[in-house]
């Protein structure tokens, strides 16, 4: 049993961790700014490890295919594709490409996604901002909630107009489910502490 504990530590560690590469983006030197083809890439937000499809279309035959994502400078994510010598994608593609790419556990405000691509008749290249999802504010009101139990009956009032509503819900009395990954992760490890003697 104490040769299995590191093993499992170190396997909660590597899924849990942020990622951020230790190799360069992919790129193609000299490349031109903008081409004729497109670059799309869906969901249109930057949320935490949420896969994308980026796609490369319109750009003829026969053309090496370069996709990589950064923050500040650094390569972020991973590519289900990625390329042995840099971080990103690689490949050969005819009329269209779509790869996807694993936005990491912790990000920053935006990533920006490359595509370059390299024809016969040079080489070009686009880049894309995914940004997170505007938050929207709505007007500040006041109003009391009271909750009476156990029958779940939940009355609004509101101070403005003086008028009272009352709302019948019906709550489960169960505790709340934990929903963050990282810490699933340390309950884990610390019921794992906690039920293994001589650790």
């Known amino acids: 049993m104490d040769s299995v ?38 969901p249109m937000y930057y949320k935490v490890y949420i896969h994308y499809n980026v796609t490369v279309s319109g750009f003829g035959e026969n053309a090496t295919i370069v996709l990589s994502s950064y923050f500040n400078g650094s390569a972020v994510g991973m590519w289900l594709n990625n390329a042995t010598d840099c971080d990103g994608f690689k490949g050969n593609r005819s009329m269209y490409a779509m790869e996807q790419w694993v936005s990491p556990f912790v990000i920053g405000d935006y990533v920006k ?19 997170q999802m505007p938050t929207t504010t709505t007007p500040t009101t006041t109003e009391a909630v009271i909750t009476t139990k156990p029958m779940g009956t939940t009355v609004y009032m509101s101070k403005a107009t003086g008028t009272t509503t009352t709302a019948a819900t019906t ?10 990954k990282p810490l699933l992760a340390f309950v884990c490890m610390l019921l794992l502490l906690v039920t293994v003697p001589g650790l």
């Open 171 to 180: 709550t489960p009395n169960s505790a709340p489910g934990i929903s963050s």
């Open 113 to 131: 996604i490359r595509a370059f691509v390299y024809t016969m008749n040079g080489t070009y290249v686009k880049s894309l901002t995914l940004k």
């Open 5 to 42: 504990l590191p093993a499992l530590l170190l396997v909660l560690f590597i899924q849990y961790a942020p990622t951020y590469s230790q190799l360069p983006a992919c790129e193609i030197e000299n490349a031109t700014m903008g081409g004729d083809f497109n670059l799309t890439i869906y």
